[in-house]
């Protein structure tokens, strides 16, 4: 490459939402992270990934934290760089379909306390269930200059997953207006050479950045991103080391030594993030010493590549069959999944259809008999509720589990009434901003709790008050 085509490639920072989501369960606080903000706002990053699902879920459940004041903060640390958040399409941060108006006001709300990028993918990839997001941010951006729509592909492997299909979803993405595409490679399946290919055939249909996202989880994930480099992606997701690896994603140090002193070098500071390490490792080691990080996730799992399943639904089957006392049947689960994904029309397996795929898979196994007992899952798949799959259902499976239902072939949301008033009906006792209803919406049960824990901290409560009046929220 000559001096006049230099592309340095950017980097979107993990650290703060997937880096300890894969390793550490979600639950670093936000206390943690402010103290070196300041510093990482200096690298130059494209952005610093930092909310979803899994922080939000995790910070009200766990950490009793308000997740909208997490952002409020690292929004006002951050003074240069973009915060981005992951988005599940019409179900939001949260595991149903919602209506329109809460898409809508969740964006708004994202976006006002401080998010840039919404990065919005959907668990079988119907674009259909990403436009109102996208609609919803392009609304903000121009009225206030700020907001970004990245779509995500999920990535998976089988039948209909050819270089046509990501080609022409990739034209999709760029005609409904979205500003960049994600590749999302959730279980790490994405291996070097195909990634040249891919990226090189998508970068020749559309205009738009294209970002890369995957995982270290097969071991191949930073080779990977060696040759999406090469062919032309604009964007790779990295962690900082003592976060990286393992079941989180290729290290930042070595991704931007990698490049340097090539027409990709991203010129950061390898002083800055030797500083940014030096910080995070104190608490990697407390991590290790109280069990919270398993040294287990940190190896190469290259079951992930023979079985296509991502780390996290191995370690929930794992454990739905030990409750059952059925660890022996294991390996046929393993057999069983693909022919479920085959069955539910060839989804990739990423929240909630990982879910539902696993969990049928070990009904299907334990019983004896494939789809004698179907989850309410599993149905509404079936009867369309879910969105539109690449590849038709089984006929027969739906004829089994769904005989004589009306099934449904509208974007699913288009069935959803506006659901905002209600919902502030049911919690407006807790309202303390317009933001508590969005949280409530998405985790009904866990925001009520975290608003009566928030009420007893704020009246000053003493434990047996506490814990006749609220259930048991010490002060
Ligand atoms: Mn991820």
């Known amino acids: 490459m000559a001096e006049n085509t230099k592309k340095p490639i950017k980097i979107t920072e993990t650290i703060l939402r997937d880096a300890h989501q894969s390793l550490i369960a979600t639950r670093m606080p936000t206390e943690l992270m402010l103290p070196i903000v300041e510093t990482m706002d200096k690298v130059g990053y494209h952005s610093v990934e930092c909310w979803g699902g899994a922080t939000f879920d995790a910070s009200l459940r766990f950490l009793k934290e308000d997740p909208w004041d997490r952002l409020r903060k690292l929004r006002d640390g951050f003074k240069n760089t973009k915060l981005q958040m992951l988005f599940r399409g019409q179900n939001i941060l949260g595991y149903r379909p919602y209506a329109d108006d809460v898409v809508d006001s969740f964006v708004e709300k994202s976006i006002a306390n401080g998010i840039d990028i919404i990065r919005i993918f959907d668990c079988l990839n119907d674009l259909r269930n990403l ?8 609304k903000i951006k121009t009225r206030e200059g700020r907001g970004h729509a990245q779509i995500a592909l999920s990535y998976t492997l089988g039948d209909a997953y050819t270089m046509e299909y990501w080609v022409d979803m990739a034209k999709k993405i760029e005609e409904m207006g979205a500003d960049s595409i994600c590749i999302k490679d959730m279980a790490g399946l994405l291996v070097p050479y195909k990634a040249s290919e891919m990226i090189a055939a998508m970068k020749s249909a559309t205009k738009l950045p294209i970002q890369l996202h995957t995982h270290y989880t097969s ?3 930073g080779m990977t991103y060696l040759k999406a480099v090469e062919a032309g992606v604009d964007v790779i997701d990295c962690a900082i080391s003592p976060f990286a690896m393992g079941t989180s994603q290729p290290a930042t140090e070595v991704m931007v030594e990698t490049f340097k002193g090539t027409p990709y070098d991203t010129g950061y500071d390898q002083n800055l993030l030797a500083e940014i390490a030096d910080y995070f490792r104190p608490y990697r080691d407390e991590c290790l010493a109280s069990g919270l990080l398993n040294p287990k996730v940190m190896g190469v799992d290259i079951k992930t590549l023979l079985y296509q399943v991502p780390g ?14 059925a660890e022996d049947k294991y390996y046929d689960v393993l057999k069983e999944i693909p022919q479920v994904r085959k069955d539910l029309g060839e989804p990739p397996l990423v929240t909630p259809s990982s879910q539902i795929v696993g969990t049928q898979a070990v009904f299907n196994v334990l019983m004896g008999e494939r789809y004698k007992m179907a989850t309410k899952e599993t149905k509404a798949v079936l009867r ?3 969105g539109q799959t690449v590849k038709p259902m089984s006929q027969e499976i739906i004829d089994k589990v769904i005989p004589g239902e009306k099934r449904i072939t509208c974007r699913p949301a288009d069935l959803i009434e506006n659901e905002m008033d209600k919902l502030e009906g049911e919690m407006k006792e807790w309202k303390q901003q317009d933001e508590d209803v969005l949280s409530y919406a998405l985790f009904p049960q866990v925001a009520t709790d975290f608003f009566k824990y928030r009420q007893a901290q704020q009246d000053k409560v003493d434990v047996t008050q506490a814990d006749t009046k609220y259930g048991a929220y010490p002060v």
């Open 131 to 138: 436009q109102e997001a996208v609609n919803a941010t392009n």
């Open 384 to 386: 369309g509720e879910y």
């Open 219 to 221: 071991g191949v994930a």
């Open 312 to 325: 996290g639904m191995l370690s929930n089957m794992v454990s739905q069959l030990k409750e059952q006392n």
